[in-house]
Nanobody, 119 residues
Framework: QVQLVESGGDSVQAGGSLTLSCATSGIIFSTCDMAWHRQAPGKEREMVSTIDEYGRTSYLDGVKGRFTISRDNNQNTLYLQMTSLKTDDTAVYFC?????????????WGQGTQVTVSS
């Protein structure tokens, strides 16, 4: 059974920092490309950051220089360090795993964790 469990969401003031975690099980974590997405109220879900199995990263323009994605393949856990948070960062943050098994790509999602940034 595949499980992705996010944690670390909280309410913070603008300028603050948070670190999100995504603990995974049931997947071969080290071989999966991982990502953080977010969905703000009334908006579509958007990709925030990705990290592939080789550690290569990408970021949404609006979070570059403020957010850092990382992974611990020994702990099967994905992280997102968020600094200089803005009110626009308020959203539910989801982690996602894209895993390739026998030529078939599967995507798994966590349930999300709420991040609220107040001014």
């Amino acid at each position: 059974q595949v499980q992705l469990v996010e944690s670390g969401g909280d309410s913070v003031q603008a300028g603050g920092s948070l670190t999100l975690s995504c603990a995974t099980s049931g997947i071969i974590f080290s071989t999966c490309d991982m990502a953080w997405h977010r969905q703000a109220p009334g908006k579509e879900r958007e990709m925030v950051s990705t990290i592939d199995e080789y550690g290569r990263t990408s970021y949404l323009d609006g979070v570059k220089g403020r957010f850092t994605i990382s992974r611990d393949n020994n702990q099967n856990t994905l992280y997102l360090q968020m600094t200089s948070l803005k009110t626009d960062d308020t959203a539910v943050y989801f982690c996602a795993a894209q895993c390739l098994y026998f030529g078939v790509q599967k995507t798994y999602w966590g349930q999300g964790t709420q991040v609220t940034v107040s001014s």
